[in-house]
């Protein structure tokens, strides 16, 4: 992949390459020994860690004898949509859409007419029109249709705790009963909800219990991060400061879309990383300009729950959230109503219970709240 050069090398969503992508050797390796190996793979953290951008970094290496397919589910609401944008992406990469593979796919969907429009360059893109009722025969067609190419795929699912979401109930044990019969085909479940996926993969109740291989994704190493870091400010003749980025790092627990999305400012202010203050500046600027939107985020909870929000934010981590100190100090509610909040806001990724206790998920969020 000839990689452009981007004009800010630190980004805050998507792909752009091995150059702007920042360790994880070892996940790679793991992903990338796993899949060509036959395992699939259950991939867990929480939001905004790196899920993505390390699919993406692993599917450069398995690209080479593997069609990618990758899909994420995280807006899809029920199986119709599920089955329409995986039918959908599963076609238009498992074949050079030529016309005559195209009438051989065609004999695969009886349940639905993939519509074919040929391209400028002589093949064919393919959509899909499914309807809803059909979506179940879709799905099976679409992996009978990827059982008979002779070329192995691999096909990542993100947000896949999604599923959990649809209306029709057991999408996840439908799924898993077709991807046991498709040996060239295999699967990186993502997920970002720990509890919902762990149901599902790791419970031996749930459907891929013992199916895959489960992969838990921590922050990138301090160390590995300040070096690539250092290497784009260096380069442009900026400052860095090592410690002005370990102030930034540990601010943040090493996440990566904050750690990256600080020195995207301070890189677009022209400026180096030259001391904790200035990164300290960045984080302000991107608070002040969420603002509204977590004004609004915050009154459309119910009075109980904004109450709880703002008192974590106030303490950072809790650990006891029904504590009888807690909510004195903080004069909540009756801890009943207070751990029925709290299931609600973790439900809605407003807060999440880290090993030390529970914090404000949006980590902005977090900075905003305690300033009140
Ligand atoms: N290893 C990495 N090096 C540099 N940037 C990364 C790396 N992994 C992720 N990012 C960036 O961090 C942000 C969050 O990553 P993403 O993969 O979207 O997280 P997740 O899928 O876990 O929510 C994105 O802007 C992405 O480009
Ligand atoms: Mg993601």
């Known amino acids: ?51 993505t951008g390390l699919v993406h ?42 016309e005559r593979v195209g009438r051989k796919l065609l004999s695969f969907f009886r349940s639905c007419r993939p519509k074919m429009t040929p391209q400028e360059d002589g093949t064919f893109a393919f959509s899909f029109d499914i309807a809803p009722s059909q979506a179940k ?55 970002s909800k720990k509890h919902m996926m762990d149901e599902m993969f790791v419970s031996p109740k749930g459907p891929f219990y013992q199916s895959t291989q489960l992969m838990a994704l921590g922050p990138i190493d301090a160390a590995a991060y300040a070096a690539f ?26 996440i990566t879309w904050y750690v990256q999305a600080v020195l995207n400012r301070v890189w677009a202010n022209g400026l180096g990383l030259d001391s904790p203050e200035r990164a300290d500046a960045a984080v302000d600027d991107l608070v002040a300009e969420s ?34 100190d807690f909510i004195r100090r903080h004069r909540l509610p009756a801890a009943s109503t207070i751990r029925s909040a709290a299931a609600k806001l973790k439900e809605r990724d407003l807060i999440y219970r880290t090993d030390d206790g529970y914090v404000i998920y949006d980590r902005l969020f977090g900075v905003w709240l305690g300033r009140l």
């Open 57 to 98: 970094n692993a599917f450069r290496f398995l690209g080479k004898d593997h069609a990618t397919v990758y899909l994420d589910i995280f807006a899809m609401d029920d199986l119709a949509s599920f089955v329409q944008a995986f039918s959908s992406a599963v076609l238009g990469t498992l074949d050079s859409a030529t």
């Open 291 to 324: 603002g509204a939107f977590f004004i609004d985020l915050l009154r459309s909870q119910t009075a109980a729950e904004q109450s709880l929000i703002r008192a974590i934010g106030r303490e950072g981590v809790v650990a006891a959230i029904s504590s009888g």
């Open 137 to 191: 025969a879709t799905l099976k067609e679409t992996f009978d249709y990827i059982a008979s190419r002779n070329r192995k795929v691999v096909i990542a699912i993100d947000e896949f705790q999604q599923v959990r979401f649809f209306p029709e109930k057991g999408v996840e044990a439908l799924l898993r009963s077709y991807i046991q019969f498709v040996p060239n085909a295999h699967f990186i479940f993502a997920g």
């Open 229 to 254: 870091a250092e290497g784009f400010f260096r380069k442009a003749g900026r400052a860095f400061d090592g410690s002005a980025f370990r102030h930034l790092y540990d601010r943040f627990d090493g």
């Open 1 to 51: 992949m000839e990689a452009m050069k981007l004009e800010n090398p630190f980004l805050t969503r998507g792909y752009a390459g091995p150059e702007y992508f920042c360790d994880r050797e070892v996940e790679t390796k793991q992903l990338v020994s796993a899949i060509t190996n036959g395992r699939d793979v259950t991939l867990v953290a929480p939001r905004r860690y790196g899920k």
